[in-house]
């Protein structure tokens, strides 16, 4: 629908803006209200020509399966059944094996792009995993990709992915020296931060990201990585900037949590202290 005048087509971009709608995922709306009735009419009419009995639709044995763990069947000709969403914890365990089952850094992607356990996925335009170079020593790890980040498809490319590549080139890395990804690999809408269901549900496949890749040092960007990576609770102020143990299951690597970028823009005063922690990760890649 049209806006009637200039005027309303400004508080319509007000209103969106107010909600935290700050990029266009398409050129055009799509009714997702409209698309569902005529889906499940769609299925209506498949099961009436299929069964011209109706009758209660019952597990079918794969299917089922596929809707509890939340990982999407990858048949082209898949039936749509309009499931429940899937608890949190049940999210949770789906990840933890389809993580573990992947054996490579691309099997890992692939069973992200699978997994359907996370809200987040619905309302991201791209999946972003990683970007660098997986065999570097050094692994960057954030919070979640921003607007820039879910439209290429990669991390920190937007104004804070420039500051990192600055805070990096200072000790003389760059993205084929060091390897980078965030906790989750969805965009929150309006670039909040992402829930701690949000952060648990996505945990196991960062866990096995960094398993995999096996760098020997990694570095946590910001307070939410720091927390759910080093399960420290206190702030990033007290606590960033020491050397400590991180368990990638495969060994013990030192860990280190510094500030985040994006807090660095808005306070450019406490760069001193991030170029004091990019001095100690120059020091520990020397050892
Ligand atoms: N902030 C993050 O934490 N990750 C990105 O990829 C971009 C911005």
Not at 84 to 96: E, G, I, K, M
Not at 158 to 177: C, V, W
Not at 254 to 274: G, S
Request: hydrophobic content about 40%.
């Amino acid at each position: 629908m049209l806006p009637s005048s200039p005027q309303s087509a400004l508080d319509i971009l007000a209103f969106h803006r107010d909600a935290g709608v700050d990029i266009a995922l398409e050129d055009a709306p799509i009714d997702r209200f409209a698309e569902s009735v005529s889906e499940s009419q769609q299925s209506r009419r498949e099961t009436a020509a299929r069964d011209p009995e109706p009758r209660v639709l019952q597990n079918r044995s794969s299917d089922a399966g596929a809707h509890v763990t939340g990982l999407t069947p990858d048949r082209d000709n898949e039936q749509k059944i309009s499931a429940a969403p899937v608890s949190p914890d049940t999210a949770t365990l789906a990840a933890r094996e389809a993580a573990k089952s992947a054996k490579t850094l691309d099997e890992l992607r692939e069973a992200l792009s699978r997994f359907d356990g996370c809200a987040l996925k619905n309302t991201a335009k791209n999946l972003v995993f990683a970007d660098g170079n997986p065999k570097a020593r050094v692994m960057f790890v954030g919070e979640a990709p921003g607007a820039d980040e879910d439209r290429e498809g990669l991390p920190f490319v937007g104004r804070s992915g420039k500051l990192l590549d600055r805070m990096m080139a200072a000790i003389g890395l760059d993205r084929t020296s060091a390897y980078i990804a965030n906790i989750v690999p969805w965009r929150p809408p309006g670039n909040r931060t992402p829930t701690p269901q949000e952060s648990a549900i996505c945990l196991p496949f960062i866990q096995r990201q960094i398993e995999l890749a096996d760098p020997d040092i990694l570095i946590c960007l910001g307070k939410p990585s720091m927390q759910t990576l080093l399960g420290i609770n206190e702030g990033i102020k007290a606590s960033r900037g020491r050397w400590r143990e991180f368990d990638t299951g495969k060994r013990i690597i030192k860990a280190m949590a510094t500030f985040h970028p994006a807090y660095l823009l808005r306070t450019p005063a406490e760069k001193k202290f991030v170029w004091r922690d990019m001095l100690a990760l120059k020091k520990a890649l020397k050892g």
